[in-house]
């Protein structure tokens, strides 16, 4: 099968933001998505470089349109490998080629009678770059742009999109795919059952020159739609190229609501007028609001992806845009919101369900994916095997918090089977040893599976997973769900590799946003200086955080006899540094549980940021201090809090 996905080609006026880049992501993912299953797929982004707001913005800034073009565009093609986004290939309207198809076009379509000149006058937004009805003003203003429009009386070319208004509405009821969620079809369908007006297709060059002169005459450009919208056709080789054979038939369109008219109404008929088919289906979704207010530059919470990715990580902003809208409807974005999910769904559950399995491979079976009991337990292989075709359906449905939904579910599982299970009580009792290697091979094979699945959403922690795993990234056992997407293919005795944190912890006062208030720091200070030294209160003592770790790694550190570098879980994982190096070698340590203090001041130790202490009893050996950790008696689930 193929697949051929676009994202709209973005008007150089501004720098790519937020909005940009979560369609740019739907994109990429969902490409990636379609790659798994074994399609080949084509991805295509650009900018939209002609037109009244891009010859303006130039002459703001005093340089040629183009030279203002090259340097934004050139800014949206540099942010995309930033946030992983890998298309296939980078359209502008202002390449040749395209410029060449779009004058070819219009001269057909003129030739065959449904461009003609006519005298209009309309209302005008320059933020939508068309007229629009009084239908759908709301209190005299753009909607959208909370602007009047100008009223504009001039001489033009019309496309004649009124002829094609009943083949486009049968088209719609025909193929119930063709625009969704199904909220915007009926939308559209509702805009279709009154007279369509003919489609305004030209400026003359007395108003606007930075556009695409029209083939039969020159004192006219076209109008930004009948350029822009061709981008899909030329970027794939229209009129004779392979790609257009092989792609166009396949097109998907991804948009947000703002676009939804001239993607559902004015494309559909243009292609009806050319003689194509049409293209298979187009996805809307709604806007990314910042803390439940539209992004704006004149309010200035413009959210800037580059910089979310240096706060955040590329893995955790994919994760967070798919999670947190529901696809086709608005969703807001805050710091706070964004640093719950890597918190817990990201560090604590995928993050924690990681190591701890892998460091419990490591510590029983060597780091080799043991045996299983073909007659053990199925319950992780059902939790999978239910999963996906839930992911696959809501992936195909562009219902990715759905798909995520279901991923969480088999997460969620496997870190209850490690509580139920207890590997390492199976691991003191040597005639349990075949009931121990199936659980780890459950978790092994579940982790191979869910790397799989999250490949296309979060490709770099999917690509460390599997290197975790002792797969190549994509090695097909990770990167082939038709062919590998079935239970039980890990093979015993495939060597683990170590790895580094999945997703550390972001805490809340690194954004420099959430320092207590200055009242509340004041009474802290109060509060520490009429206490007695020596003497603890109830409540100092409840402040302390103690908890039970599990050393999942430890390390030497360079240049240091005392201090050793440890990864533990509290539940999630931490890196700690602790001075027990002259007292314990790294071997000794991995496996143990040991006491934390879970809430200290992150520390920088030897370049190395220590969130946490471990505590250890001092004594007196042969006249030389030595250090003795404290632990608990029985071995219980790493994070359970000391009282
Ligand atoms: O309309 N929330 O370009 P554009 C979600 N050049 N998505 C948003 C968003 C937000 N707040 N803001 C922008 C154009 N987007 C034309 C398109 S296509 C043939 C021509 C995303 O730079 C969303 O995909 O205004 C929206 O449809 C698009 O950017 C508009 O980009």
């Known amino acids: 099968m193929t697949t051929y996905i676009t994202t709209p080609i973005y008007y150089v006026n501004a720098q790519p933001h937020l909005g940009h880049a979560y369609t740019t992501i739907v994109a990429d993912a969902y490409s990636r998505y379609r790659r798994l299953t074994g399609d080949t797929v084509r991805f295509q982004t650009g900018t939209d470089e002609h037109g009244d707001k891009i010859a303006e913005a130039a002459a703001k800034e005093d340089v040629p349109p183009k030279v203002y073009a090259d340097r934004i565009s050139a800014l949206f093609r540099e942010t995309w490998p930033l946030l992983d986004i890998q298309p296939d290939h980078f ?88 625009i969704t969620p199904e909220r915007y079809r009926n939308e559209v369908l509702s805009f279709l059952s009154e007279p369509l007006e003919d489609l305004c297709i030209s400026r003359p060059k007395s108003r606007l020159t930075w556009g695409i002169e029209l083939p039969f005459d020159s004192g006219f450009v076209t109008y930004v739609w009948f350029d822009a919208l061709i981008n899909y056709l030329t970027g794939i080789g229209y009129p004779d190229g392979v790609d257009f054979e092989r792609y166009w038939s396949v097109a998907e369109h991804v948009i947000a609501k703002d676009i939804l008219k001239p993607h559902a109404i004015y494309w559909p008929t243009m292609l009806m007028s050319m003689g194509l088919p049409l293209y298979r289906r187009l996805h809307v979704h709604g806007y990314w609001n910042v803390d439940d207010t539209k992004m704006s530059k004149s309010i200035g919470n413009v959210v800037r992806p580059a910089q979310l990715v240096e706060e955040y990580g590329v893995d955790t902003l994919r994760y967070f845009t798919l999670r947190e809208m529901s696809f086709g409807l608005d969703a807001s974005f805050n710091r706070d919101a964004i640093i ?84 390492w009580v199976l691991a003191k009792d040597p005639t349990r040893a075949i009931r121990l290697h199936t659980v780890l091979y459950n978790l092994a094979e579940c982790l191979r599976l869910l790397t799989m699945v999250l490949r296309p959403i979060m490709p770099g922690a999917a690509a460390k997973m599997a290197r975790g795993l002792g797969l190549d990234p994509d090695h097909e056992l990770v990167s082939s769900l038709a062919g590998c997407g079935r239970w039980g293919l890990l093979p015993v005795g495939t060597e683990l590799q170590p790895t580094a944190s999945l997703f550390p912890r972001v805490e809340k006062e690194k954004t420099g946003e959430s320092q207590p208030a200055a009242g509340k720091k004041k009474a802290e200070t109060k509060a520490e200086t009429t206490t007695a030294a020596n003497v603890l209160t109830f409540d100092q003592f409840q402040n302390v955080d103690l908890r039970v770790a599990e050393i999942i790694v430890a390390e030497k550190i360079k240049k240091s006899e005392k201090l050793l570098q440890l990864t533990v879980l509290v539940p999630e994982q931490r890196t700690i540094v602790a001075g027990i190096g002259e007292y314990y070698t790294p071997q000794q340590l991995v496996g143990k549980q040991v006491l934390v203090v879970a809430n200290m001041k992150p520390a920088t130790l030897m370049g190395i940021e220590s969130q946490g202490m471990v505590l250890a009893a001092r004594t007196m050996v042969d006249g030389k201090e030595r250090l003795v950790l404290a632990t608990v008696s029985d071995e219980i689930p790493a994070g359970s809090k000391v009282a």
């Open 91 to 178: 359209i502008r309207t202002t390449d040749a080629q395209h410029v060449a198809v779009v004058q070819s076009i219009l001269q057909q379509v003129h030739a065959s009678g449904d461009i003609y000149f006519d005298e209009y006058s309309g209302l005008y937004c320059r933020g939508c770059e068309r007229f629009l009805t009084e239908k759908e003003l709301v209190d005299g203003l753009c909607p959208d742009h909370q602007v009047p429009p100008q009223e504009i009386a001039e001489q033009n070319y019309f496309f004649r999109m009124s002829r094609y208004q009943e083949r486009l509405i049968r088209h719609i009821h025909d193929n119930p795919e063709f």
């Open 340 to 423: 719950a999910r890597k918190n817990s769904d990201l560090a604590n559950d995928i993050g924690n369900l990681f190591s701890r399995s892998v460091a419990m491979l490591q510590k029983y079976t060597a780091g080799l994916v043991p045996s299983p009991d073909s007659s053990g337990d199925a319950v992780l292989q059902q939790a999978v095997e239910q999963m996906l075709p839930i992911y696959r359906e809501a992936m195909d449905g562009f219902q990715f918090h759905r798909a995520l939904q279901a991923v969480w579910e088999v997460i969620s599982q496997a870190n209850k089977y490690i509580v139920t299970n207890e590997p």
